[in-house]
């Protein structure tokens, strides 16, 4: 069997993360798309997640390009299976010791948004809503709690301040992307 053309690396940390799903893939190719995805997804950007943003291109402009339609057929047509990818995160999961579940529970980590009306409430904003699947007016929180058979509770709850709240937006020294 021929050995397997290294990939270029995920930034950062991403890369160690990466290298566990490489035996997934059939191709350079996808493994190098399943990079740029991971670092689309979980790095900082200026812009919304779109497709064009994942994949590091100015919408519009550069929406017809090269690495956009690359990562495109990537996500729609290529030949690989989500449920292995979602079974390799799982077991990752399972063997950190922060996030494994045990006898005791599990940490379960939970991005929750309720409706509002108006703006007079801190960190309402028209953004994405779990609870009701669509943007809508409403206040988005992160929360963390440990969960067993028999009771739950809350570790830490952190609201989610939209950029249209802060005076600089997503200039603003304050504002963050979700966690």
Known sequence: MTARRPCPPAPGPLEDYATHFDPLFHSLAQ???FRTYL?????PRDRPKTLTALA????????????????????????????LITMRTLQLRGDDSLTASDADGVLVIDHTGDRKDGYATDHEA???LGSV??????IVAVTTLWANEQRYYPLHVAP????????????????????
């Not at 699947?133 to 409403?138: L, P, Q, W």
């Not at 989610?160 to 966690?179: M, W």
Request: charged share 25%; aromatic share 10%.
């Open 31 to 33: 493994r190098h798309h």
């Open 39 to 43: 670092a689309g997804l979980l790095a």
């Open 56 to 83: 590091g291109a100015e919408p519009l402009v550069e929406a017809q390009t090269a690495p956009v339609q690359q990562l495109q057929f990537f996500l729609s047509e290529s030949c690989w299976d989500a449920d």
């Open 126 to 128: 028209r953004q994405y």
């Open 133 to 138: 699947g669509k943007v809508d007016n409403g």
């Open 160 to 179: 989610y301040t939209p950029e249209s709240r802060l005076a600089d937006g997503k200039k603003d020294p304050a504002f963050r992307s979700k966690p």
